[in-house]
């Protein structure tokens, strides 16, 4: 990853573009309403983006409560995957959670989501259990990873 990508917290005139990155990533994308009210109304948000030429190319957010992190959304634009933006921007959401007093992190992927799923173990997440009819567009079980941060 070269300088031409930057680390940044979300902000509210970057839900436009945020929503591009999420409708190009989930079948059951969140909406305006749902980033409006994490960046204004979730005391608990973490969300950060990565831009390149000013461009939101990928975000990704975290609730983070007393000493633990859920992560909520990580998604990059299709035509930047395979950059390894994905693992970049999930180190710098694991920095800023160490940094908040954050010990431990967990999130749910679809089982079906191998390459997600070995994303998250090249950073040290486990298996920690299988959430059944998880998803509500196909029933599909999410497994629930942990890590220590």
Known sequence: MDDSYVFRYMREDDIDQVLEVEHASFTLPWSREAFYNELHNNQFAVYIVIEHDKRVVGYCGAWMIVDEAHVTNVAILPEYRGKKLGDAMMRYLMELARLKGVRT?????????????????KMGFQNGGIRKNYYSDNQEDALVMWVNV
């Open 105 to 121: 992190m967990t999130l749910e992927v679809r089982v079906t989501n191998h390459i997600a799923q070995s994303l998250y173990r």
